[in-house]
C-alpha cells in the first residue's frame, strides 16, 4: 500500500513538474502549425493544438502518399539518362 | 517562464540531407530494376516508393537517435523480414504503459491518443516526450514533403 501511494505521489509529482513543459511544448507545437500561427494568438487551448496537430500530420502523410504517387508515374515513363539528370538538376536548383 | 529542465531538441537537418537520402534509397530502388520492368504493378510501385519516402527521412532525421525514427526503422526492416513476434511484444508493453499514462491529465488524453496512434512509436511515450516527438516528426515530415514536391516539379514534363 505504501508503494502505491508513493507512486501515486510521484505521479502527481512528475505531472506538476512537467505541465510548464507540456505548455511550452504546446506553444512549440502552436508555432509549427500553419493554421494556427496564422491566428498568432496566446489564447489557443491545449486541445485545439493537438487536434490541429494531428490533422497537419494527416494531411502530410497524404501529401507523401499523393507524392509518391505521382512520383511513381513519373519516374517510370520517362528515360533512364534523361531522369537521373533531371533528378539531380530539380534538387540542385531548390 | 523560464525553468530548469532539459532543452527541447528539435533541430531538423538542413533539405540537402534530406533529398541525398531519399536519392539513394530511390537509386537502390531503381538499380533493383523496380521501374523499368513492365510486370510491376503501379501500386507495388508506388508503396516501394512511399516506404522509401518514410525509410530515408527516418535516417536522415537521425536514425536511432529519435523514437519515432527508431520506431519506423523497425517497422521497415520488420516488414522485410516478416518477424512478428517482436511485434506481439511491443502491443503488450504498450498497453502497459499506455494503462500508467490514463492517470494524467484528462484533457490532453483524448488528443493524446489520436496523436500516438499518428506518430511512428508514439504508443510508448509518455505525452510530454510525445509532443517533443511530434514537433521533430512534424518539421521532418514537411522537409520530406518539400524534397519530394522538388522531384516532381523538376521531373515534370514542362
Not at chain 1, 502549425?33 to 494531411?59: G, H, W
Not at chain 2, 516506404?51 to 536522415?60: C, E, F, G, Q
Request: proline content about 3%; aromatic content about 4%; glycine content about 4%.
Amino acid at each position: 500500500m505504501s508503494s502505491r501511494r508513493s507512486s501515486r505521489s510521484r505521479q502527481s509529482g512528475s505531472s506538476r513538474i512537467s505541465d510548464d513543459q507540456i505548455s511550452d511544448l504546446v506553444t512549440k507545437l502552436q508555432h509549427l502549425i500553419p493554421e494556427l500561427r496564422r491566428r498568432r494568438s496566446d489564447k489557443v487551448s491545449a486541445s485545439k493544438v493537438l487536434q490541429e496537430t494531428c490533422n497537419y500530420i494527416r494531411n502530410l502523410h497524404r501529401e507523401v502518399d499523393d507524392l509518391s504517387d505521382r512520383l511513381s508515374e513519373l519516374l517510370a515513363s520517362t528515360d533512364d539518362d534523361s531522369a537521373e539528370a533531371a533528378i539531380i538538376r530539380s534538387l540542385l536548383n531548390y | 517562464m523560464a525553468s530548469a529542465y532539459n532543452p527541447i531538441y528539435t533541430d531538423v537537418p538542413e533539405k540537402d540531407v534530406f533529398a541525398l537520402h531519399f536519392l539513394q534509397t530511390l537509386s537502390n530502388l531503381r538499380t533493383q530494376n523496380s521501374f523499368s520492368s513492365p510486370d510491376n504493378k503501379t501500386s507495388d510501385r508506388v508503396k516501394k516508393i512511399k516506404k522509401a519516402a518514410y525509410v530515408s527521412m527516418a535516417r536522415a532525421a537521425g536514425g536511432t537517435n529519435r523514437l519515432w525514427s527508431r520506431s519506423l526503422l523497425h517497422q521497415a526492416a520488420k516488414r522485410n523480414n516478416k518477424n512478428v513476434r517482436f511485434l506481439r511484444r511491443k502491443r503488450r508493453v504498450t498497453w502497459l504503459m499506455r494503462r500508467r499514462s490514463n492517470r494524467g491529465d484528462p484533457i490532453e488524453d483524448v488528443a493524446a491518443e489520436r496523436l500516438r496512434n499518428l506518430v511512428p512509436g508514439g504508443g510508448g511515450m509518455e505525452t510530454s516526450k510525445l509532443m517533443e516527438e511530434t514537433a521533430h516528426y512534424i518539421k521532418c515530415l514537411s522537409m520530406q514533403v518539400k524534397v519530394m514536391q522538388c522531384l516532381v516539379d523538376g521531373l515534370s514534363p514542362k
